[in-house]
Nanobody, 130 residues
């Protein structure tokens, strides 16, 4: 079973960039769709970006589209979230999530709902502040 582990969070000034990484301390991500979620103080956890098992299909929330890029490297057993032009509204704990795909017909599908993911990391804090 995969166990996502996030890294790369920290403090950054508005307009800056960060790259989050997600690795598995257990099995491989190669048969999993991946997602990045975030939870800001006082708010519910929400999807930021998602990527299919194939890596060909991606989805972004409206608030990050054009600024964030999700990617994956199945050979390196990792997923990434490149975050550019960060604003204070991006401050949150960011979570990596994985959903195992058992049927190849869903190879290119992305998953947008929190309850569609099986495995979650502990999260990494991103703080955007001057």
């Amino acid at each position: 079973q995969v166990r996502p582990v996030e890294s790369g969070g920290g403090l950054v000034q508005p307009g800056g960039s960060l790259r989050l990484s997600c690795a598995s301390s257990g099995g491989t991500f190669s048969r999993h769709a991946m997602g990045w979620f975030r939870q800001a103080p006082g708010k519910t956890r929400a999807l930021v970006a998602a990527i299919s098992w194939s890596g060909d299909t991606t989805y972004y929330s409206r608030s990050v589209k054009g600024r964030f890029t999700i990617s994956r490297d199945n050979g390196e057993n990792a997923a990434y979230l490149q975050m550019n032009r960060l604003t204070p509204e991006d401050t949150a704990v960011y979570f990596c999530a994985a959903r195992r795909i058992t049927d190849r017909m869903f190879y290119t599908r992305v998953y947008r709902n929190e309850d569609e993911y099986d495995n979650w990391g502990q999260g990494t804090q991103v703080t955007v502040s001057s």
